[in-house]
């Protein structure tokens, strides 16, 4: 164990989650809002878009505010939102980026709320190890709403334990934006990150997100160094953080891609076979 560690900063939908499980309502949610809008049957658009993003995936991704911000295929929730932008794109209908963000991220939000509560079998023995870590601070920093994870977590810890995990949600990794705050150590983060397998640049400055992180640090008056970030998709949770300088652990997902493994190796973090496994981290 590091005893240098002493915050613990997960994501949620993946990283605890069995996400397969938890977004099987997903999907069908979100076709129906998508055909509620262009007032027609999109099912062979949707099945049409899909087959063609995840023949490529290294090739495809989710679109915000006008940049590619993850991989397409990491989970539903980013592929349902690249078919869906790409039926958009086909219908040639919300062209201007800040209108096209505002209508998706309402359509997103909708459909999320009729997910799923459906966990990894190892999420309660790693939160209850955080959780016993003395003089450790233990958070959740997702993008997704803070009650409904919140709401989430309480099924699986109950009320009480629940309350000790500080739960940051709409943290906006996605948005490529300078962050509100003066930041030297930020100031430092490069605009984007090169690798081999992607055509595509790994956009780095994502100011919501390192405003959550930033937030963090002043309130557990620790450091980057000090923290571990453990997330499953490593564009959205991982690449700034380590690029701020913490350690980060990489978990597994059914299709993590190449790119994603190497990134994290070369940052000198690790990719977990299990979720249990960064356990032996802290």
């Not at 309502?25 to 129906?32: E, H, I, K, V, Y």
């Not at 459909?111 to 450790?136: C, K, M």
Request: net charge negative; proline share 5%.
């Amino acid at each position: 164990m590091s005893s240098a560690l002493r915050t613990l900063v997960f994501d949620f939908d993946g990283t605890f989650t069995d996400i397969e499980a938890e977004t099987v309502p997903f999907q069908p949610a979100m076709m129906s809002s998508v055909a509620d809008l262009l007032n027609r049957d999109v099912r062979e658009d949707w099945a049409r878009e899909q087959a063609r993003i995840e023949h490529a995936p290294e090739q495809h991704g989710w679109v915000f505010d006008g940049r590619v911000v993850a991989p397409a295929t990491a989970d539903p929730y980013l592929l349902g939102n690249a078919v869906m932008q790409a039926i958009f794109d086909g219908a040639a209908i919300l062209r201007n980026p800040r209108t096209r963000t505002a209508i998706t991220q309402a359509l997103y939000t909708n459909a999320y709320e009729q997910t799923l509560t459906a966990f990894r079998d190892d999420a309660l023995d790693v939160l209850e190890a955080a959780l016993s870590r003395a003089n450790t601070h233990v958070y959740v920093v997702t993008n997704s709403d803070t009650q409904a994870v919140t709401r989430k977590l309480e099924k699986l810890l109950g009320p009480g334990t629940a309350q000790r995990v500080d739960v940051r949600g709409n943290a906006k990794k996605f948005w490529v934006v300078e962050p509100a705050i003066a930041s030297e150590r930020f100031n430092r983060v490069p605009e984007m990150q090169r690798v081999p397998q992607l055509v595509r640049p790994i956009y780095l400055r994502r100011g919501k997100y390192f405003e959550a992180l930033h937030d963090i640090w002043e309130r557990t008056k620790t450091t980057p160094e000090e923290t571990l970030v453990c997330g499953d998709i490593y564009e959205l949770d991982l690449a700034l953080p380590a690029a701020l300088g913490a350690t980060v652990a990489l978990a597994p997902r059914r299709n993590t891609l190449a790119y994603e493994r190497d990134a994290v190796t070369k940052a000198n973090g690790r990719v977990l076979a299990t979720l249990s496994d960064v356990k032996a981290m802290w």
